[in-house]
C-alpha cells in the first residue's frame, strides 16, 4: 500500500515537471537548429505581423540575429543602416524618425526570441502642429516550430514632449499579441514580377 502511495507522489511529481511549466519556458520543444552564430536557422529572413487595417510589423532577421529592416508600425519601411527615414510632403507636412539600437537577443535555453526597437528621437509636422518624442518596442515570444509563424507578445511605450510619460509597468502587464508570418521572398518577387507585366500590357493596350 505504501508502494503504491509513494508510486503515486512520483508520477504526480513527474506530470507536474513535465506538463505544468508555462509555454514560454519552451521546455520540451524539439531542438531549434543554429546557425553557425548561434541564432535560430527558422528565423532567419522576413517575418510580417499586422497591427490594424493600414499598421504592421516587419522585420528581417540575418544570419547572426542582426536585424538589417524593419517596417515600424507607425514609421513604415527603414533601412537600418541608414539610421532613420524621413519624408516630406507636397502640403509641407513632414517626418523624421531616428533609429537607435535594434537587434534580437535569443535564449538557448528558454527557446526566446527578443527584440528590440528603439527610435531615439521622431518629429512629425502636419498642418495642425508638430509632435516631437521617442519610443521603445518590445517583441518576444518562442521560436517558431513551422518556420512558418510566429507568435510573440508586443509592448509598446512612446514618450512625447510636453505629455505624461507612458505607464510602463502597465503597458508591460498587458503585451499585445502578435503573430508573425514568414514572408516567402521568391513568392513575393514573382508576384512582384507578375504586376509590372500586367501593368505593361495594360499600358501597351491603352497605346
Known amino acids: 500500500m505504501k ?33 553557425k552564430e548561434g541564432f535560430p536557422e527558422v528565423m532567419m529572413g522576413v517575418w510580417e505581423a499586422d497591427v490594424s487595417n493600414s499598421s504592421k510589423w516587419g522585420i528581417k532577421f540575418e544570419s547572426n540575429g542582426s536585424i538589417t529592416k524593419i517596417i515600424h508600425s507607425v514609421a ?13 510632403t507636397s502640403d509641407g507636412s513632414y517626418y523624421i524618425f531616428t533609429m537607435g539600437p535594434c537587434d534580437a537577443e535569443y535564449n538557448s535555453k528558454t527557446n526566446i526570441l527578443k527584440v528590440k526597437i528603439i527610435i531615439e528621437n521622431f518629429v512629425l509636422k502636419i498642418h495642425t502642429g508638430e509632435l516631437v518624442g521617442r519610443s521603445e518596442d518590445y517583441i518576444e515570444g518562442l521560436v517558431s516550430e513551422d518556420g512558418k509563424l510566429w507568435k510573440a507578445d508586443w509592448v509598446s511605450l512612446g514618450w512625447l514632449e510636453g505629455a505624461e510619460p507612458p505607464p510602463i509597468e502597465l503597458l508591460k502587464s498587458h503585451p499585445i499579441p502578435l503573430v508573425f508570418e514568414k514572408v516567402n521572398l521568391d513568392e513575393l518577387k514573382k508576384k512582384i514580377e507578375e504586376n509590372e507585366e500586367s501593368h505593361e500590357q495594360q499600358t501597351d493596350s491603352q497605346d
Not at 509513494?6 to 531542438?31: N, Q, R, T, W, Y
Not at 513604415?76 to 519624408?87: A, D, K, L, M, Q
Open 76 to 88: 513604415g519601411p527603414i533601412n537600418i543602416e541608414e539610421g532613420g527615414v524621413s519624408h516630406e
Open 3 to 35: 508502494r503504491c502511495i509513494v508510486l503515486e507522489i512520483f508520477v504526480c511529481a513527474l506530470l507536474i515537471a513535465f506538463c505544468g511549466c508555462d509555454s514560454k519556458e519552451g521546455i520540451f520543444k524539439k531542438p531549434v537548429k543554429l546557425t
